[in-house]
């Protein structure tokens, strides 16, 4: 199974992307993840990558092509993917066409997390991240001696760079002037679920698994 998740930053792809993965046996690829590990590291990815980033724009097309072409070509795929961050253009949408057409995958799934940008704002405001297992948290469940609840690492959680609040506004912008034309660019194309990101994590996740189960 093939499964696009899209939506704005803050909605909850991630958290949503990496339980649909786990409950489907399929791979979770974030662009997001690839272009935070390769700047951690500094590769020559991540020197490109990491202004960008951190102020919140669009990583250039033709370096998202390399990094989405390797992703969806490794085995760890070979069982399905759900795509976390891509396509994020019209013209990352046309490449992802290509790709499809080339791994003969037909009819990928469209799942839309709506949000409005004032939830999105407080949520991405106060967010912290655990930099070994990418768990999210809210600031207020974090105390002192916190350990994951995930994967058990303590002292791990940490602030986004772009969760600053002039940053999420850029990404915010972003998104609704040129992301958000990529919806429309699918509908019709793909089977597309559209789903309430303002409910429970568990309401959300069972709300997208019962519209895949009846497609
Ligand atoms: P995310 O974790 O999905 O919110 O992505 C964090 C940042 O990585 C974005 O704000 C962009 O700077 C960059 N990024 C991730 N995916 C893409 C993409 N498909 N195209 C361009 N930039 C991206």
Not at 94 to 121: M, N, R, S, Y
Not at 175 to 195: A, K
């Amino acid at each position: 199974m093939q499964i696009i998740i899209f939506g704005s930053p803050g909605v909850g792809k991630g958290t949503q992307a990496k339980i649909l993965a786990s409950r489907l046996g399929i791979a979770h690829i974030s662009t997001g993840d690839i272009l935070r590990e390769a700047i951690k590291r500094e590769t020559e990815l991540g020197k490109k990558a990491k202004e960008i980033v951190e102020k919140g724009e669009l990583v250039p097309d033709e370096i998202m092509a390399g990094i989405i072409r390797d992703a969806l070509k490794d085995t760890r795929c070979n069982n399905g993917f759900i795509l976390d961050g891509f396509p994020r253009t019209i013209d990352q949408a046309k490449l992802l066409d290509t790709i499809f057409h080339d791994l003969k995958i037909g009819e990928p799934f469209l799942v839309k997390l709506d949000a409005d940008d004032d939830v999105i704002v407080a949520r991405l405001s106060n967010r912290l991240v655990c930099s070994k297992c990418g768990n999210i948290i809210q600031k207020n469940e974090y105390k002192n001696d916190f350990v994951c609840p995930v994967c058990n690492s303590s002292d791990s959680y940490y602030k986004r760079k772009d969760d600053d609040e002039e940053v999420i506004k850029r990404r915010l912008k972003v998104y609704h002037d040129t992301t958000s034309q990529v919806f429309s660019y699918y509908t019709n194309r793909l089977r597309v679920i559209e789903i309430d990101g303002t409910r429970s994590i568990e309401v959300v996740t069972e709300g997208i698994l019962s519209q895949i189960k009846k497609s």
